[in-house]
């Protein structure tokens, strides 16, 4: 065996053993491992565990109290779905599995997870999430450049739902000639960051007809409907036309005048064919049609046309902002309404019934079609398959005011 360096040393100097690794002039080699037996106790000692306690780490519980400690309002830590989970007793896998569709959870499990959510005010890292995964969580929503003409309640109940299901949301308002904006949703369509668009204005024709025109990015055209986009027209529905000149008709009126919204809107164009299929249906005459874009102020051109045909009676009005601009013409050339011509909206704003007089119009549950067409739009993304229910249209309900009545005899 040969010797250790340190033994060399001391025999240089006139000693044969090294105290510090040699026994009696033999390296005393390396340290024999230590053998702990199977139980876990040290061999050659005795151990045995006390059956009064339980000698296993536990993991402390932590309550609301402890995770806002950690992560709320005084610190700038932001809860992470590991805090939900502790919160809510489920696994972290649980809480990612709820973001991204809650769907496939037991009730109590999404009711547990939702009270932790609210609790902690949790809001996911998209932008982390989208890393991870490769999946988009960017929905663009598109809205017409008159925004203040279209109706906020249809983007709020679109704007919880997406939110609900983990998705971010970008508004984006259309604006331009019909070729910018076709310009625009083809850039939009051809994005690498969008998840999804859902459109509350008609698809440009510049986009094109055929299959291959067809999007790479999931769109749902909502409320409007496109054949091209397989859209759900709840809003292009125009019934509710027919029973408003049944009405009308009912009171007296037998000469009427509609103003029409822009005939690029499929909602426009049906309340339209609508109105004067039912005017044809019930012998009345219609002594022209106005063709609108939404506004107060072509409604109020639309009355200055309205004033000079003394013979009306009734207006029909595709919406309630150029309804009212139909009430302030007529008032200005000293036309009373109800008393010389009845005046009928569409739409149901939150306005309307404050307006003088207060205006009779069509109400529909604008805050369930935005949410049903998200609802829609992020099935598509997952690649869930469209049920027949989504083809149900909204209900509308006709609300009767002061600004219709019986025609003056």
């Not at 698809?203 to 790479?216: I, M, Q, T, V, W």
């Not at 009355?303 to 009212?324: F, H, K, R, S, W």
């Not at 939150?350 to 369930?368: G, N, Q």
Request: charged share 20%; with cysteine; aromatic share 6%.
């Amino acid at each position: 065996m040969r010797p250790c360096p340190a033994q060399l040393r001391r025999a240089r100097s006139g000693s044969l053993a090294c105290a510090a690794c040699c026994r009696n002039g033999t390296p005393a080699g390396p340290p024999k491992p230590r053998r702990v037996s199977m139980t876990g106790q040290r061999e050659g000692l005795s151990w045995s565990p006390d059956p009064s306690r339980d000698h296993r780490r536990k993991k402390p519980e932590r309550d609301a109290t402890m995770v806002q400690s950690a992560v709320g309002p005084g610190r700038s830590k932001a809860p992470t779905i590991y805090d939900v989970a502790d919160l809510a007793g489920v696994s972290h896998q649980t809480v990612s599995r709820y973001l991204k569709d809650k769907a496939k959870l037991k009730p109590a499990t999404v009711e547990r997870v939702e009270k932790a959510l609210s609790e902690l005010n949790y809001t996911p890292n998209l932008a982390a999430r989208s890393l991870r995964s490769r999946e988009l969580y960017r929905i663009v929503v598109v809205v017409p450049e008159a925004s203040l003409y279209f109706p906020l309640r249809m983007l709020n109940g679109a704007t919880e739902t997406a939110h609900a299901a983990g998705f971010r949301i970008d508004v984006v308002a259309m604006e331009g000639t019909a070729e910018a904006r076709a310009r625009r949703l083809q850039g939009l369509l051809a994005g690498e960051d969008v998840a999804g668009i859902l459109s509350f204005v008609p698809r440009p024709s510049k986009l094109g007809a055929s299959p291959e025109d067809a999007p790479n990015v999931p769109m749902v055209v909502a409320g409007e409907y496109d054949n091209r986009m397989r859209a759900r027209g709840s809003l292009a529905d125009g019934t509710a036309g027919a029973k408003i000149v049944e009405h009308l008709a009912s009171l007296g009126h037998k000469k009427f005048f509609h103003v029409a919204g822009p005939s690029t809107w499929p909602s426009a164009r049906n309340r339209l064919a609508v109105y004067e299929e039912t005017i044809a249906l019930l012998g009345l005459a219609s002594l022209g049609v106005a063709a609108g874009d939404w506004s107060s102020a072509s409604g109020y051109a639309a009355g200055q046309e309205i004033a000079a045909l003394p013979d009306v009676t009734a207006v029909v009005a595709a919406n309630d902002t150029m309804a009212m601009g139909v009430i302030r013409a007529l008032h200005e050339h000293g036309i009373p309404v109800p008393g010389q011509v009845s005046v009928f909206g569409w739409d149901d704003m939150a306005e309307s019934k404050y307006f003088i007089p207060s205006l009779s119009t069509v109400h529909m549950d604008l805050e369930a079609l935005g949410a049903r067409s998200m609802g829609e739009l992020i099935g598509r993304i997952r690649g869930e398959q469209p049920t027949d229910a989504g083809l149900t249209l909204a209900p509308m309900e006709l609300i009767f005011r002061e600004s219709i009545g019986p025609v003056r005899s």
